[in-house]
């Protein structure tokens, strides 16, 4: 079996939505033999980073096979596995026969929810608009919502679709870049160039290309002009997920990001540019200042993901299959919502406990807030941020105390968006749910 047919299996395995690219160039070098510290030099990457995502992957395939996979194992495990035909397979969205114990179930929502999950809520509107913008030449979508609420899923529908129609794909997930990366416009353009190339299955012609007298964006340019838009010479799909992981670093931001705006503008003179789709999924506003003539957040066409309904909520107690009657489903659901809003990701969490365990409702509702509750890891990071930030803490401490909303000073309003933490109505910020004013309230009254 070879490295890629390797791949393709473990794909059918844990869903090839759930593998990073990172995930991707660790197995397949890890089937070659290699040792971390060698992936970690070829690939780019600090070593303690490619054994934790190597720790990860070898993690997920254990839990979808029911049995222990490390680096030294995989070969032969996965050997004894059939690869299925490849004949008329779609990759995207063809069933795996007879899967291995512990797949097509629902997991706990941590990630991004894969193409087949049981429990995603199809937005039919919003998903025409984004399919409908990278189907345009030069199309450009942005996708914005606070942490945890559905980004990256439809991000992955988008790619689903796009390769349904012939495109290839490349995603960038920019939590993946290391600091020191992201605070080198030159290392950065080159770790950004280089990672698009690997993912088209081109090889790398940075050093061609690459001129210091003209400059690294300037170079960039060129690299993607001359030769990845000349070597697939059709529409592709660039997606890069959590944008705002590198609105922390000014000096890349007010580089980065109108030079993205320019490649845009400039598929309207020259054709090439209009076979690369860009989509853009970020948590909040960039905070730095930007002139509107550069900033790509003003071109485009650009989708908030709403918060779920009381009705899609609804629908999520039938996907999970609750047993509750009508009476308790409409008062759980309101119950519910009262509680944690419609935030996706605090609304699966309760249902899939629900589900997977014996607990009450009423339980459940009245633990939340509590370090014993479903969602203590998730409150007890957000503590854990802003007690390392005290303008944060301050901040909060204020809208405990105004239940109507504050004004806050743009980047504080910015990192607690990103948090997930604040809804914004024009300048005026708002707790985005009860659940984190009774937590954040407790906690400070202890302090």
């Not at 629902?106 to 937005?123: E, W």
């Not at 948590?283 to 003539?293: D, F, G, N, R, W």
């Not at 759980?332 to 996706?344: N, R, Y």
Request: charged share 20%; net charge negative; proline share 5%.
């Amino acid at each position: 079996m070879t490295d890629t047919e390797a791949l393709e299996l473990v794909k059918k395995i844990v869903a090839p939505e759930t593998l990073s690219y990172v995930q991707e160039i660790v197995f397949k070098f890890s089937w070659e033999g290699r040792l971390y510290p060698q992936i970690a030099k070829d690939a780019g990457y600090h070593p303690e980073y490619i054994r934790d995502v190597g720790a990860q992957l070898w993690r997920s395939l254990s839990d979808s096979l029911g049995q222990k996979i490390t680096k030294k194992n995989v070969r032969f495990i996965l050997s004894q596995l059939e690869l299925p035909s490849p004949d008329g397979y779609n990759r995207s969205s063809s069933p795996i026969q007879n899967p291995p114990s512990g797949m097509n179930t629902i997991s706990f929502p941590s990630t991004a929810l894969p193409l087949k999950s049981l429990v995603y809520l199809s937005r039919l509107d919003l998903e025409s608009q984004a399919f409908s913008e990278v189907d345009r030449p030069g199309g450009l979508l942005r996708i914005k919502a606070p942490g945890s609420r559905g980004k990256t899923s439809l991000v992955l529908r988008v790619l689903d679709y796009t390769r349904q129609r012939g495109m290839q794909t490349v995603l960038l997930n920019f939590q993946e870049v290391d600091g020191a990366i992201a605070s080198d416009l030159g290392r950065f353009l080159r770790w950004f160039s280089l990672n698009v190339t690997y993912q088209l299955g081109l090889e790398s012609k940075l050093d061609d290309y690459w001129d210091e007298e003209l400059g690294h964006k300037i170079s960039c340019k060129l690299y993607f002009r001359e030769y990845l838009l000349k070597q697939i010479a059709r529409p592709w799909v660039l997606a890069l997920d959590q944008v705002d992981q590198i609105f922390e670093y000014p000096d890349l931001v007010q580089e980065f990001l109108p030079m993205l705006r320019a490649w845009h503008e400039e598929g309207m003179e020259q054709s090439i540019w209009q076979n690369l789709r860009l989509v853009m999924a970020y948590s909040t506003e960039v905070y730095v200042p930007l002139k509107i003539s550069q900033s790509p957040f003003n071109i485009g066409l650009a989708l908030q993901l709403p918060e779920l309904t009381l009705a899609e909520i609804k629908t999520l107690v039938d996907c999970y299959q609750l047993p509750w009657g009508v009476d308790e489903v409409s008062q759980g659901v309101e119950q519910l919502q009262a509680l944690v809003g419609g935030h996706p990701y605090l609304v699966q969490t309760a249902l899939y406990w629900l589900k997977h365990s014996d607990i009450e409702l009423s339980d459940l509702l009245a633990n939340a807030p509590t370090q014993g509750g479903i969602y203590a890891g998730h409150l007890r990071r957000h503590w854990q941020v802003l007690q390392r930030q005290p303008g944060l803490l301050e901040a909060v401490l204020e809208l405990i105390k105004s239940p109507r909303g504050v004004q806050l000073d743009a980047l504080c309003a910015y990192r607690l968006e990103s948090l997930g933490l604040i809804k914004l109505t024009g300048n005026t910020a708002v707790l985005s749910c009860d659940l984190y004013r009774q937590y954040f309230q407790s906690m400070l009254l202890e302090t």
